[in-house]
């Protein structure tokens, strides 16, 4: 039975880098280069036209940035699965593809020995980082875990303590949020404490630390 060729558009601005990954892909037999481009925009195109199953994009091209790309064609619904190559070894940037839906993540430095497995693993339906940022990964894991069970201590507290809370995320101080809400400094103070005691934080103004820290989701 014939194999069922991967299609990929692969775009980088750096003619040599680009050629010799795209002879790098196409030494697997299963992969199929449909076209290679030197920037945002002609990538853009060309995702567009072929439709392909995976395109590789540097994150930072001429024209339009791998991740303008990335947010384009998802305004236009197209589905390719991407791969991002980056110089940049920055947590930021690596959360900032994630969030908006990319499958590959790998560095330029060792992108020609990580395509193969990359494409690999992104046409099976599964992520791929480059190993030795895959401690972000974790990291990123880790914070999820945490925004939940800091949305679960949020979800335990009464209304009226919501409101003091997006109150102090307002910097408004005790005094100000009593005047706000009708109630008296000292009531302020006392659901100050039960928010404390409910998110299970300590210490002097933990409670404006948390606000600081989760403002995001509350």
Do not use: W
Request: charged letters at 30%.
């Amino acid at each position: 039975m014939r194999n069922i060729k991967i299609r990929l558009i692969v775009a980088d601005d750096h003619p040599m880098f680009l050629h010799g990954l795209c002879q790098a892909i196409e030494t697997e037999p299963t992969f199929e280069v449909l076209k290679s481009c030197r920037d945002g925009d002609e990538a853009l195109r060309a995702i567009d036209e072929h439709r392909p199953d995976i395109a590789v994009l540097d994150m930072d091209m001429p024209k339009r940035k791998g991740l303008d790309v990335v947010k384009e064609l998802s305004r236009r619904n197209i589905d390719t699965d991407i791969i991002i190559l980056t110089m940049y070894d920055q947590e930021d940037l690596f959360n900032m593809a994630i969030d908006l839906g990319v499958m590959g993540y790998i560095l330029k430095d060792s992108a020609v020995a990580d395509i193969i497995d990359c494409v690999r693993t992104v046409a099976g339906g599964a992520q791929y980082i480059t190993p030795t940022i895959s401690g972000y990964l974790i990291k990123r894991s880790k914070r999820i875990d945490l925004s939940s069970d800091v949305r679960s201590g949020i979800s335990q507290l009464t209304t009226m303590q919501r409101k003091v809370l997006h109150l102090i995320a307002q910097n408004n101080t005790s005094k100000e949020i009593a005047e706000l809400l009708f109630i008296s400094p000292k009531t302020v103070e006392r659901h100050r404490s039960n928010i404390c005691d409910k998110l299970g934080i300590t210490g002097p103004n933990a409670l404006l630390k948390f606000v600081i820290e989760h403002k995001a989701i509350l």
